[in-house]
């Protein structure tokens, strides 16, 4: 009975569909990051949803959209678009950032609102697709796409193991290096403190006040 509930748990969390709407200024930029390990597919569709002004106006707001790796490499880059989409593997660690913009800044305009569709790794794959080259069906693609989740979580759990390892490194570095740089300026006092006894000494002896 548990593992069913573990089965369903787990094929409703993979359909979950990872859609964002976000209101865009007239002015100034928002954007979007999420933090991926190496070799993980991405997909994203975004568009901009008009409001009635817009479309009695019959004029929908542009947009332009830019995506860049946690290195700063360019992924993607469209100027005055109402739609899009891009798709790309990692390559990189780290926090992978969309942004986008609006390109009518003239006196008036109004906000939008962008529809964004966000997948990445298992809820990117196609599993149409991979159902008809392996020619299975039924339970069996459903086992298929519970084993793809299992090596998802278990990919994830090892890159945040790796990342906790290099934190917790640097911590040890950081605490290390505070650690001799107390030290450091103990023994400074201690020395401009000695220094400081003899200088008087010597003071109070030349004035024979001593």
Known sequence: ME???????????????????????????KCLSEDIHTNVVVLADYNVIGDEEHAQANVV??????????FGNNLHHKENVTHGQFAFTTTEAGNYLACFWMDNHAPGAK??????????????????????????????????????????????????????????????????????????????????AVLQVFYLKNFFRKKKLI
């Open 111 to 192: 906000a939008v609102t962008i529809g964004i569709d966000w997948k990445t790794g298992i809820s990117a794959k196609d599993w149409e697709s991979v159902a008809r080259k392996d020619k299975i069906e039924g339970v069996e693609l459903e086992l298929v796409k519970l084993e793809g989740i299992v090596q998802a979580i278990h990919e994830n759990l090892e890159y945040l193991k790796d990342r906790e390892a290099q934190m917790r490194e640097e911590n040890e570095k950081t605490n290390s290096r505070v650690a001799w740089l107390s030290i450091m300026s103990l023994g400074i006092c201690i020395a401009a």
């Open 3 to 29: 593992l069913c509930k573990l089965v369903l748990l787990l094929l409703t969390v993979m359909t979950v569909a990872e859609a964002i709407w976000m209101e865009l200024p007239t002015s100034g930029t």
């Open 61 to 70: 707001p542009t947009i332009s959209v830019k995506v860049t790796s946690p």
